[in-house]
């Protein structure tokens, strides 16, 4: 099993639409989680942490599954500058290095 | 406030050449990580610093490449002899601490012919 697994895309949604992305991990250990945002041909950037009780900013909506070993990314009202690859996130064990995953693709139309 | 610093933004070489990659940090940044990002193979770490001390070179994929942090403000990866299964893009990344959020800089393209 991958250390981080992503549905790779493309979710292709109309503008408006809530679309929402999962992303599983296998090391139980790991204690920090986190959504980073990457646009084509640019560095990632973080998009928000993913704290136990869940989280949201805006129109994002973070929540963690320990028990599950998941987390979702969920996003509502889309807007076109939501077009990118989604990372999620994931320290390796404790309190060490992130491993990222390799992305999931969202493209929103007009 | 400046951002991770990379240079340069692109490198195209011949099979066999030295390239190097240089990386200036976010100040008071602690760690400070070298990642590699290809379409089949996404992030891969490659290796990061803490407080200017290798801790895990365990990434990087062979003795062809290596890095340095001579000082908390300037950190260097090293390609040689550099092979076309080498082009990527490399990006550097530091943090506060690890295991904190990262701050990426804009990435190195890198096309070794």
């Known amino acids: 099993r991958k250390e981080v697994e992503q549905d790779p895309g493309p979710f292709n949604v109309p503008e408006g639409a809530t679309v929402a992305f999962n992303c599983t991990y296998s090391n139980s250990a790991s204690q920090s989680f986190f959504w980073y945002r990457q646009d084509c041909r640019k560095e990632p950037k973080l998009l928000m942490s993913?704290?136990?009780s869940g989280n949201e900013d805006g129109r994002f909506t973070a929540q963690l599954n320990r028990a599950s070993q998941y987390i979702s990314l969920l996003i509502r009202d889309s807007k076109l500058s939501d077009s990118a690859t989604y990372l999620c996130v994931v320290t390796n064990s404790g309190y060490s290095t992130l491993t990222f995953g390799k992305g999931t693709m969202l493209l929103v139309s007009p | 406030d400046a951002g991770v610093i990379q240079s340069p933004r692109h490198e195209v070489t011949e099979m066999g050449q030295e390239v190097t990659l240089r990386c200036k940090p976010i100040?008071?940044?602690?760690?400070l990580f070298w990642y590699r990002q290809t379409m089949m193979r996404g992030l891969e770490l490659l290796i990061y610093f803490n407080n200017n001390v290798p801790i895990d070179d365990s990434g990087m994929p062979e003795d062809r490449f290596s890095a340095k942090m001579p000082n908390a403000s300037f950190s260097t990866l090293k390609i040689q002899p550099s092979e076309p299964r080498d082009s990527a893009v490399y990006f550097c990344?530091?943090?506060?601490?690890?295991?904190?959020?990262?701050?990426f800089g804009s990435g190195t393209q890198l096309s070794v012919l």
């Open positions: 100040s008071g940044h602690n760690s």
């Open positions: 990344a530091s943090s506060p601490q690890v295991g904190e959020k990262l701050f």
């Open positions: 993913v704290y136990s």
